[in-house]
């Protein structure tokens, strides 16, 4: 009897893992989409700035579509979102993970637009894989020989609602090609 209860269980929480109703993830009645605008597309290496995107819309979707919301318990505070790398050129290595604070309210059944907010801190530029792009270092990728490193990213809000139901967003992806901005001029190889 006790033998049949634990295998109920484990194969209870076993059904659980398997779910792909994204929207159904978490306990909240909101889900969250991500619409990423005028992406930066290509980024000089050479200026140390912080990598952002000009216009990001989350908008807020009530799960059952029927249903509203007049106190606003789902609003969503957005306490922070990640960012990951791929490489879309065949290289491997890419950049970590990057981490930043949220600070923005989404009604629920609303949207909330933000504006230049950061995808990657300037710091990064100078670590590996870019720091292979400038000059000193041979201006070009040792796992591709090309000049230029082009990403992929991912990016997920993470927060509450008002009412302390957890929220994670849809996951938004866009594209990042790095160069160093004086290659032609520093006698780098061209890209091949």
């Known amino acids: 009897m006790k033998k049949t209860i634990a295998l109920a269980v484990v194969l209870l929480a076993a059904s659980g893992v398997a779910c792909t109703n994204k929207e159904g993830e978490t306990e909240a009645a909101v889900f969250l989409t991500v619409d990423i605008t005028q992406q930066p597309g290509f980024v000089d290496v050479s200026v140390p700035a912080p990598v952002q995107i000009d216009t990001i819309t989350l908008a807020s979707h009530l799960k059952d579509s029927t249903a509203s919301d007049p106190q606003h318990f789902q609003d969503v505070s957005i306490d922070n979102y990640t960012v990951t790398f791929r490489r879309t050129d065949g290289g491997t290595v890419v950049p970590p993970m990057q981490s930043f604070g949220g600070g923005v309210l989404v009604p629920s059944g609303g949207t909330a637009t933000l504006s230049n907010y950061p995808v990657m801190y300037a710091s990064t530029l100078s670590g590996p894989p870019?720091?292979?792009?400038?000059?000193?270092?041979?201006?070009?990728?040792?796992?591709?020989?090309?000049?230029?490193?082009?990403?992929?990213?991912?990016?997920?809000?993470?927060?509450?609602?008002?009412?302390g139901q957890r929220v994670q967003s849809q996951t938004a992806s866009g594209i990042l090609i790095f160069r160093y901005g004086g290659a032609a001029a520093a006698g780098a190889r061209p890209r091949k």
Do not use: C, M, W
Request: no cysteine; net charge negative.
């Open 130 to 163: 870019f720091d292979q792009l400038f000059p000193f270092n041979g201006g070009v990728d040792r796992e591709t020989g090309k000049s230029e490193i082009d990403t992929a990213f991912d990016l997920t809000f993470y927060g509450h609602t008002v009412s």
